[in-house]
């Protein structure tokens, strides 16, 4: 069911504090922790605590904990400060989504090409 913790997840895992990883920012709503294989001298994932399959799932069931999500991508940005970064979220296989809990990649801190991938 959406929103509740799922057995599979890593990233409920990570929540729950049964996987390790590099926290940098929690809220009451939110984890922030750092890339195990990152992209950019700043790649931090940030997820909602509650499970959601993907951005545009959470964003259509809970669209104040997607404001959460957002608004700990600028204060990723701003510890780490990045005066640039982008905010990307990976919506299935073929964007390259492996683990299926919505969460933010904040990538910052080198130049950024466009178009990406």
């Known amino acids: 069911m959406a929103g509740e913790p ?9 929540v729950a504090g049964h996987v390790p990883a590099t926290i940098v920012r929690e809220t009451d709503t939110t984890v922030a ?11 931090v994932l940030v997820i909602p605590k509650a499970h959601y399959t993907d951005a545009a799932t959470l964003a259509a ?25 982008r905010i990307v979220f ?9 683990v299926f809990h919505a969460h933010a990649h904040v990538v910052g801190g080198r130049g950024l090409q466009w178009p990406p991938g």
């Open 61 to 85: 069931a809970a669209p104040d904990l997607a404001a959460d999500v957002l608004r700990e991508t600028q204060a990723v940005a701003d510890e780490d400060k990045l005066e640039s970064y």
């Open 6 to 14: 799922q057995d599979d997840c890593l990233f409920c895992k990570i």
């Open 33 to 43: 922790f750092r890339d195990i294989n990152p992209q950019a001298p700043t790649h």
């Open 90 to 98: 990976n919506t299935g296989t073929g964007a390259g989504q492996t």
